[in-house]
């Protein structure tokens, strides 16, 4: 196997909640895959910490089994072998610790000593308000190095407030450029490729402004309900789940202007200048600028699925929404007037996460009606499934007789392009943090804009009472939606060309 990206230096990687669900179908299949793919250097451990004994042989047994579930085709041999399990299984250790109390840290601080120069990274994949103490005693435990990192998972707070509390407390232990918060949209290859796409390439950047862009769409569909996480969810809702986050981190990396260098702190001055030009949504304008929606029983993938209300754990007077479209503004001079449309939700028809920019119409048409209607130049990055990109263009149909004007679309796919397996966003990501490389990450003053935008909706919808619109699961969301981006002459792009 060929050896790229190495890391050199040896490391040390705690991961708090290492047996919960993120570290079960993420994180460790993520760092098996780097070891496999020979990206991690031969002294590197994984100590997997979480509350109660467990004997290591049984935490070993456990994740291979989770490796070979979740490395994309169970046991296929392109995804997963048992000779690279075996020496990855060498790095695995387990310690049984109640994260709360210091006194139960003794068997982390015996394997860490010694260790002091090593990059140690804590990853904590656990509840945010243990974000604090754990810091806390991590820092009264002298267990925070130079070469210490913290890695952050979401939810980083339920609002501007709660985020600002939960960051002042980890900063008093680890120090901003030591704090890596991860949106793991930022670690997918093709959310990368957007910056490559556009910077890279001389023709899309003087397009990319007003003149020529009629309008950007953003949809981040799932076919998933909320299931086992019903509780976590309520208390969420797709707005705080999604669009704070995830969403808002796609509008950043497609309006944001070039940054002069990829310096980490280039990139988020420049996102964080787009996350500054949202235009406030107001209470005034929630209920034209915005849909909750809430699923409702229905057929996805022709299984017939519960209500959210419905679902084992739910509490049937919820009004917590599971869908979410906006109408965006930037309130700068590249994007003046030109919406961003947003949606995204759980028990959609089809998974699927696409970013489509709409350019203008051509200003004067020399076809006559008969040559069929002019329809606008897309340029569609499909995210996932099938990762790709498509321009659609108008061209002339085959043939002898009138002219026709046909759609087309000039198709690029990754997955017949590159080949390979397509890395996980979690690989880049781990990656990164012991490589000591924060572009990917959300500075806390992004993190903390993102929250200010995010709040004044959150202020709307409590203030005018706007109740999620029920929509069946397997459908676009509520009516409303449609409406939404109708009521501007436009429509919700279908990939049907
Ligand atoms: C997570 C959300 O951040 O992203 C989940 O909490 C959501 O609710 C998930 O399902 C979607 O991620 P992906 O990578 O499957 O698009």
Known sequence: MQRTTLISQPFDMIVFGGRGDLARRKLIPALYHLAREQRLPDDGRIIAVSRGAMERDAFVKMMHDDCITHSGNGADDTQFDEASWARFAERLTYIGIDATDAKSY???IDLLKGREDVVRSFYLATAP??????AANLKALNLVTPASRLVLEKPLGKDLASAHEINAAVARAFSEPQTYRIDHYLGKETVQNLMVLRFANALFEPLWNRTHIDHVQISVAETVGVGGRWRYYNESGALRDMV??????LICLTAME????????MIRDEKLKVLRALHPVQADEVAAATVRGQYRAGTVDGNAVPGYLEESDADSRSDTETFVAIKIGIDNWRWAGVPFYIRTGKRLPQRSSEIVVQFKTPPHSPYPASAGTIHPNKLVMRLQPDEGIRLIMLNKGRGPGELKLRQTALDLSFAETFGGRSPDAYERLLLDVIRGRPALFMRLDELEAAWRWTDGILQGWSDTGLAP?????GSWGP????ALIERDGRTWHEDDI
Do not use: C, E, R, V
């Open 106 to 108: 003794g068997a982390l």
């Open 129 to 134: 308000d243990l974000f604090g103490p754990i």
């Open 244 to 249: 704070q986050n995830h969403l808002l981190q």
């Open 258 to 265: 070039p940054p002069s260098t990829l310096d980490a702190d």
């Open 469 to 473: 619109k029920p929509y069946a699961a």
């Open 479 to 482: 009516n409303a939606a449609i």
